[in-house]
């Protein structure tokens, strides 16, 4: 089992174009493979079927099944397309013969065009910042669900705004910030391209929530991932500051949507990610207050 981001994002490769993974363990406890973990696999999968300098500029992922984290992931890779510029590549990722999720990259070669952004929003630097696992820690004694932290998250986290893990009935606006870098050296743009694409899952989908007034850790509360899309604007080092700009334009029908801006601590605009995700709450009555 892996011990390490450099280690988890180091595949197996079985045969031409399929690849094997671990596991890093239990994030927060859970027994399902953490949604960043397979699409930063899944893009090292692809990287794998890329024989050139094209590098990925934008991936979209579906989330099907949870994964187990007792079982290893084999990701299946369709060479899809090879043109004189652009490639797209199809990922499945695989446990017990069995899709988990499914993506589609495409890779460009490198050239220089048009340039804009928006401007960095303003932020506190990362240093002395709340970790992720201090404010994930309050869990421990006030979640009305069980939680451990079995497992660290293997990159440096700092939240800048409150994550809402607990005080039920507390609504928070949909904007959120937060800081991250990985400990560890890593090796190449596609490393830490997957690197980037591991740290933008955490805590994105929670923007949608903030506005409820609902625990993440509420029994009532189901909420889950169903889709992934990340954009790579610039190329990145995962060893520096990088501050993830989160938002929620709306939720409808039990889904919540959340954007994010990515931005280097110099405040270049690295990327943009955008997720999809199920919000589907079920109080034990009717009568019943938001746990």
Avoid at 141 to 157: C, L, N, V
Wanted: hydrophobic share 40%; aromatic share 8%; proline share 7%.
């Amino acid at each position: 089992m892996p011990s390490t981001l450099r280690e988890l994002l180091t595949l197996e490769r079985l045969d031409r174009d399929l690849f094997r993974g671990g596991n890093i363990g239990r994030i927060g406890g859970s027994s399902r493979i953490f949604g960043g973990q397979v699409v930063a696999q899944s893009l090292m999968a692809a990287y794998g079927a890329v024989e050139d300098e094209r590098v990925c500029h934008s991936l979209h992922g579906y989330f099907m099944r949870p994964g187990d984290v007792e079982r290893p992931i084999i990701f299946q890779v369709d060479r899809a397309f090879d043109g004189g510029t652009f490639a797209t590549r199809r990922v499945v990722a695989m446990q017990e013969g069995r899709q988990i999720f499914n993506m589609a990259a495409s890779f460009q070669r490198p050239e220089t065009g048009f340039e804009h952004q928006t401007p960095m929003p303003q932020s506190p630097p990362p240093e002395g910042l709340t970790t992720l696992a201090e404010a994930q820690a309050v869990l421990r004694g006030e979640a009305d669900r069980p939680y451990s932290t079995e497992t660290a998250f293997p990159a440096d986290f700092r939240v800048v705004d409150e994550i809402p893990f607990t005080r039920a009935g507390h609504a928070l606006s949909p904007p959120q910030k937060a800081w991250f870098r990985v400990r560890e050296p890593l090796e190449g743009l596609a490393m830490h391209q997957a690197a980037l694409a591991y740290c933008s899952d955490m805590v994105l989908l929670s923007s949608a929530i903030r506005p409820h007034g609902v625990s993440l850790r509420s029994r009532a509360l189901q909420h889950a991932s169903l889709d992934h899309t990340l954009y790579f604007l610039h190329p990145v080092d995962l060893g520096r500051w990088h501050l993830h700009a989160m938002d929620s334009p709306a939720a409808a029908g039990a889904r919540g949507l959340a954007t994010g801006s990515i931005y280097r601590e110099d405040g270049l605009m690295v990327g943009a990610s955008m997720q999809e995700g199920l919000m589907r709450y079920r109080p034990p009555t009717e009568n019943a207050a938001k746990p």
